[in-house]
């Protein structure tokens, strides 16, 4: 059965801090690996990750996919209140041509304290 | 102006009534889905739809049903409600093939049934 798999699945820090969340998959036929933001609504795109080895940053935002040992980080610098939020990620599979569906994992709830 | 709007954003129902949930997307995008999001957060892939080809998640139950009036549009009706089905439904859209699937979500619909 194909999962991902998401840890820690909540994360209490300062402000200040900074933060690597983890996420592992075994999946068929693997595509791509996808980061999303989910604050009260729907969830906000970060980053689609394809290669490994290769460091996608956006800001004080970082991501890297690992495909020989199947896991990707998603690291947070400087952590602020508003980074707090429910972290996803989420595996493409398929074979590309159609409607492939995102497969979730639980997230990690972050919480960034003052 | 919204790239992936739902309505309603709240659906209040009583058991064994029949519902729709309406999905519109200006993305310009050739596919779009439905998930479910339940009381734990866990996101689902239900339906996934791309030119005229639906892709259906086996264990989503044959009460839920997809439309798709054309391809700005997809909706999602559900007979015969029960308990279980209350969630947050959130609707999606992207483009097709390649590694190019990033999905855009809209703010989602909750549905409570009584």
């Known amino acids: 059965e194909d999962k991902v798999v998401q840890s820690p699945l909540s994360l209490v820090v300062h402000e200040g801090d900074t933060v690597t969340l983890n996420c592992s998959y075994e999946v068929t036929n693997f595509r791509s690996l996808l980061w999303y933001k989910q604050e009260k609504k729907a969830p906000t795109f970060l980053f689609m990750l394809?290669?490994?080895?290769i460091e996608k940053k956006s800001g004080r935002l970082s991501s890297i996919l690992d495909k020989k040992e199947l896991f990707s980080i998603l690291n947070i610098t400087a952590t602020q209140t508003g980074d707090s939020a429910v972290y996803l990620c989420a595996v493409v599979m398929g074979s590309g041509g159609g409607a492939d569906g995102l497969t979730f994992g639980k997230g990690t709830h972050l919480i960034i304290q003052p | 102006d919204t790239a992936v709007s739902q309505t309603p954003k709240y659906l209040v129902t009583q058991m064994g009534n029949d519902k729709s949930i309406k999905c519109e997307q200006n993305?310009?995008?050739?596919?779009m889905y439905w998930y479910k999001q339940d009381s734990k957060k866990f996101l689902k892939i239900m339906f996934s739809?791309?030119?005229?080809?639906?892709?259906i998640n086996e264990t989503v139950p044959n009460r839920f049903s997809p439309k798709s009036p054309d391809k700005a549009h997809l909706n999602l009706h559900i007979n015969s409600l029960e308990l279980g089905d209350s969630a947050v439904y959130f609707c999606?859209?992207?483009?097709?093939?390649?590694?190019?699937?990033?999905?855009?979500f809209g703010a989602g619909t909750r549905l409570s049934v009584l």
């Open positions: 394809t290669s490994s080895g």
């Open positions: 739809y791309n030119n005229k080809e639906l892709i």
């Open positions: 999606a859209s992207s483009r097709s093939g390649g590694s190019k699937n990033i999905q855009y």
């Open positions: 993305l310009g995008h050739d596919t």
